[in-house]
C-alpha cells in the first residue's frame, strides 16, 4: 500500500493558539478513513495543514496532491456561476495566470461531473441546486485536479437522509481509486461505512477499523463525555465497568 | 429637446465641451460597469463608496496646485485602498469599520485642503455633483488610455477574481494570492471611479459603479452575459442622462444617475424568471 497521505509529528497554531501537537496519520490510496472529534478538536486545522494552507510548527506531511471539500457554506451559492464554471474553478491554479481554459480543461470539469452523477445539469446557476447537489459540485471541484486523497469537511451538515446516504455510495467509490478522509459528526455511520476511523482531539487519541475500537474509554477521551454518554451506547459499546480517569 | 437636435448640438464646434463630456461618461460608465460586477458579487459596494470618497483628497490637492486631477485622485484612492487593505489584517477590527474610519478620515482631509483654495465653493459644488463643462483635451486621452489598460487587466485576470470570490480559502489552496488580486481590484474600481468623478461628481460615482451591474444581475444568471449588459446599462444610461439633463438643464450627474436608478427599478419589475411580474404571473 503506498500513503496517499502522511503526516508525522504534526504541530499547528490557529490564530497564535496551539490547537495540533504530536500528529500523526496515514491514509493509503483505497481507503475510506473518517476523522472524528468534538468541536474544537482541530479537525479542519488538521486538513488545511494537509493543504499547506498554514504553516506547520514541527512535523511534516507528504501527500501526492490533496484535493479540499470544504463546508458548504465557505462558497459563494449567489453568484451567477453554471455548474461546469464552478467544477472548472477548480482548475485555475493550473491553467495559469493570465490564460483562458482550453478544451482540455473543458473536458477535465465534465469528466469530474460525470463521476459525481451531475453531467446533466452542468449547465444549471449553482444557485438553483439542492445541498446535496450543491455538495456534489464541490466534490467534482476538488476532483478534477485527479487528487491522491480527498479532505472532506463535514459533508453531511444541514443534508436529509437520502442525500447524505447518496454522498456516502458517491465517496465510498471515490475511495476505491483514491484515499478519502472525511471530518463527520454523524458516529454512528461514520463507524459503519468507513474503512478506518481516526479518533482527534488535538492529536490523534486512536486510529484502526470499527472492531478494533470498542474500548469506550477511548471515545470518552476523546470526546470528553462520561461513562453515561449516550454516544457510547448510540455506538453499542460496552458499558464500562470500572471508573476511568479520575 | 429633440434627440436630433442633440445630436446636433454634440456636432456644433461652438459646444466642443458636450462630446467630450459624453465620451468622458461613457467610457467612465463602461469601465464602472464592467469592474461593478466584482463589486456587485462581492459584496463590496461600501468599498467601492469608499474609493469615491477617498479620491477627494487628490483631486484637492491636484486642484490647488494646478495639477492633474485624474492623477491625484488615482493616487489618494490607492493610498486609502492600501490602508484598508493593511489595516483590515488585524483581527479585531472588522473590515467594514476599518472602510470607515479612512473614507471618512480621506474626504474630511479633502474638504480641509479644498478649503485653502480661492473661490473654493464653486469648484467643490463641482467635484461633488459634476460637470461638464472645463474638461481638458488632455483628459481624453487620459480616459480612452484608462479604459483600455482596466478592460485588459479584467480580461486577463478574470477568472482569478471570480476563483477569490467563489471561494477565497479554496482559492489560497490552489495557489492564488488573494491579498495582491483584492489589491490590484481596488485599485481598478480606483480608476474606474476617479475617471468618472469629473462628469457625474464624487457623492454620485457609486451610482455607476453599483446601478448597472445590480441591474444586470437581475437580468441574467450568466456572469459572460452580465458583464457585457452592466458596461451596456451604464453606457446608455449615461447617454440618456446627459441628453435630458442638456435639454432640460438638469444637473448632469443627478440626472445619469435617476436615468439609471429607472433601469434598475425596471429591471426589478420586468426580468425574466426572476422579476416582480414574473413572479406574479
Excluded at chain 1, 463527520?184 to 455511520?189: E, P, Q, S, V
Excluded at chain 2, 469648484?123 to 482596466?150: A, E, K, M
Amino acid at each position: 500500500m503506498t500513503a496517499a497521505l502522511e503526516m508525522t509529528g504534526v504541530a499547528a497554531d490557529l490564530g497564535g493558539r496551539p490547537v495540533l501537537r504530536d500528529v500523526n496519520l496515514r491514509v493509503d490510496a483505497g481507503e475510506f478513513a473518517a476523522l472524528l472529534g468534538p468541536n474544537g478538536a482541530g479537525k479542519t486545522t488538521l486538513m488545511r495543514a494537509a493543504l499547506g494552507l498554514i504553516p506547520l510548527r514541527a512535523g511534516t506531511v507528504t501527500t501526492g496532491s490533496a484535493g479540499y471539500v470544504p463546508q458548504r457554506h465557505d462558497f459563494t451559492w449567489d453568484f451567477p456561476a453554471s455548474v461546469e464554471d464552478a467544477v472548472l474553478s477548480g482548475l485555475v491554479g493550473r491553467i495559469g495566470l493570465f490564460r483562458r481554459p482550453r478544451v482540455a480543461h473543458w473536458q477535465a470539469a465534465w469528466h469530474a461531473l460525470d463521476q459525481v452523477h451531475l453531467a446533466d445539469l452542468r449547465k444549471r446557476p449553482v444557485g438553483e441546486l439542492s445541498g446535496g447537489q450543491r455538495q456534489r459540485v464541490l466534490v467534482a471541484r476538488a476532483l478534477v485536479l485527479e487528487p491522491a486523497v480527498l479532505l472532506l469537511d463535514e459533508p453531511f451538515t444541514g443534508l436529509d437522509m437520502p442525500a447524505q446516504e447518496t454522498l456516502t455510495e458517491l465517496f465510498t467509490h471515490i475511495a476505491r481509486e483514491r484515499a478519502v478522509l472525511m471530518a463527520t459528526h454523524d458516529l454512528a455511520a461514520a463507524a459503519y461505512t468507513c474503512d478506518r476511523l481516526v479518533l482527534l482531539n488535538r492529536t490523534v487519541v486512536a486510529a484502526g477499523r470499527t472492531a478494533e475500537l470498542r474500548d469506550p474509554a477511548i471515545w470518552m477521551r476523546t470526546f470528553d463525555v462520561g461513562p453515561g454518554s449516550h454516544l457510547l451506547k448510540a455506538l453499542a459499546l460496552p458499558v464500562p465497568t470500572e471508573p476511568v480517569g479520575a | 429637446m429633440s434627440p436630433w437636435q442633440f445630436v446636433a448640438d454634440l456636432a456644433n464646434p461652438d459646444l466642443a465641451f458636450l462630446p467630450k463630456a459624453l465620451t468622458i461618461a461613457v467610457l467612465s460608465a463602461v469601465m464602472c460597469g464592467v469592474v461593478g460586477c466584482y463589486v456587485v458579487l462581492r459584496g463590496m459596494a461600501f468599498i467601492g463608496d469608499a474609493v469615491a470618497h477617498a479620491v477627494f483628497p487628490g483631486l484637492a490637492i491636484a486642484f490647488l496646485f494646478s495639477g492633474s486631477l485624474v492623477l491625484g485622485g488615482t493616487i489618494a484612492g490607492i493610498v486609502t485602498a492600501l490602508l484598508v487593505s493593511v489595516f483590515a489584517q488585524n483581527r479585531r477590527l472588522k473590515e467594514d469599520s476599518v472602510i470607515g474610519i479612512f473614507f471618512v478620515a480621506a474626504f474630511a482631509l479633502g474638504i480641509v485642503v479644498i478649503s485653502r483654495a480661492p473661490g473654493y465653493a464653486g469648484s467643490l459644488q463641482q467635484f461633488l455633483f459634476g460637470s461638464i463643462t472645463g474638461i481638458p483635451d488632455r483628459d481624453l486621452y487620459i480616459v480612452g488610455g484608462t479604459t483600455i489598460v482596466v478592460l485588459l487587466a479584467v480580461y486577463l485576470l478574470h477568472k482569478e477574481f471570480v476563483a477569490v470570490t467563489l471561494d477565497r480559502e479554496m482559492a489560497r489552496a490552489l495557489g492564488l494570492r488573494a491579498f495582491w488580486l483584492d489589491l490590484i481590484l481596488y485599485v481598478l474600481v480606483t480608476l474606474a471611479v476617479v475617471m468618472a468623478v469629473q462628469t457625474i461628481g464624487n457623492i454620485l460615482v457609486l451610482a455607476l459603479l453599483v446601478t448597472p451591474a445590480a441591474t444586470a444581475r437581475l437580468l441574467t444568471d450568466r456572469l459572460a452575459v452580465m458583464m457585457l449588459l452592466a458596461p451596456a446599462v451604464g453606457a446608455g444610461g449615461a447617454l440618456i442622462g446627459l441628453y435630458v439633463s442638456w435639454s432640460w438643464d438638469f444637473p448632469v450627474g443627478g440626472t445619469i444617475v435617476l436615468t439609471l436608478t429607472a433601469a434598475f427599478l425596471l429591471a426589478h419589475l420586468f426580468a425574466p424568471r426572476h422579476g416582480l411580474i414574473a413572479r406574479l404571473a
